[in-house]
């Protein structure tokens, strides 16, 4: 039993969204285990191919990252949610673009970059959740030796970050984000946002300038008498 069709009263361009998601749902439902150990690009090559139970792994191994990164820039975890979708809808359609040079996830968080334009930044006008955060000493400095024993502290530190990252202007923010939320490289991040790496750790060092001057006041260094 193959993939649900879809209807055929839908406009083209919604039949075509609907053919997708039903061979998406039908991927994961059929995926198994034996893409467990493959590589991203192993993954994508698969996916180009036109297997769904590739995509349905490659989703299941990604999800959660594009989610969270989604969350971070545009700011309410229901248009994140629709963001993460389109984002892998895109990847699906683009698989055979990646040639395997780079980094995937570069590549995929370089679309779910340009899907969360489409939402035009409305994180500043919403609560988002605290999960995922980068931590204050990832951009505060290496000098931070602060200790946050009491919970309710460590919280309003975290909130201190993430007013200061809101604040940003998005070519720095984004930047930073993808450093210190997920880990990427300037090269990697280059990739993700088509840049330059020279660009992109000039953008990660400014937002990281910015950010310790907005939290001048967790620096115990800063303390005064």
């Known amino acids: 039993m ?6 055929t009263d839908l406009p083209a361009r919604s039949r075509q969204e609907a053919a997708e998601s039903s061979e998406m749902d039908y991927g994961r439902e059929h995926s198994g285990g034996q893409w467990m150990g493959r590589s991203d690009a192993d993954l994508l090559r ?14 299941d191994r990604h ?23 389109e984002t892998f809808v895109e990847a699906y359609r683009f698989a055979r673009r990646f040639q395997g040079e780079g980094s995937a996830v570069a590549w995929l968080l370089g679309i779910a970059w340009h899907r969360c334009l489409t939402w035009k930044y409305r994180w500043r006008r919403h ?3 605290l999960d995922d955060l980068p931590s204050p000493e990832g951009v505060v400095g290496n000098g931070t030796d602060r200790r946050v024993d009491d919970e309710a502290e460590a919280t309003a530190v975290r909130l201190d970050v993430r007013r200061a990252l809101a604040k ?17 490289s300037h ?3 280059g990739a993700a946002l088509g840049i330059s790496p020279a660009t ?3 953008r990660v060092h400014r937002a990281k300038v910015i950010l310790r001057t907005a939290l001048h006041h967790l620096d115990p260094r800063a303390g005064g008498g």
Do not use: C, H, T, W
């Not at 698969?46 to 989703?59: E, K």
């Open 127 to 129: 609560a988002v959740s």
């Open 46 to 59: 698969a996916v180009g191919a036109g297997d769904v139970s590739a995509f349905s792994a490659f989703v």
């Open 200 to 202: 992109a750790a000039q």
């Open 168 to 184: 940003l202007p998005p070519k720095y923010r984004v930047p930073a984000l993808l450093r210190y939320q997920q880990g990427l």
């Open 63 to 85: 999800k959660d990252r594009v989610f969270s990164f989604a969350v971070e820039v545009i700011g309410n975890r229901a248009d994140a949610e629709d963001a993460s979708q």
């Open 187 to 189: 090269e990697e991040i």
């Open 2 to 7: 193959g993939p649900r069709r879809p209807p």
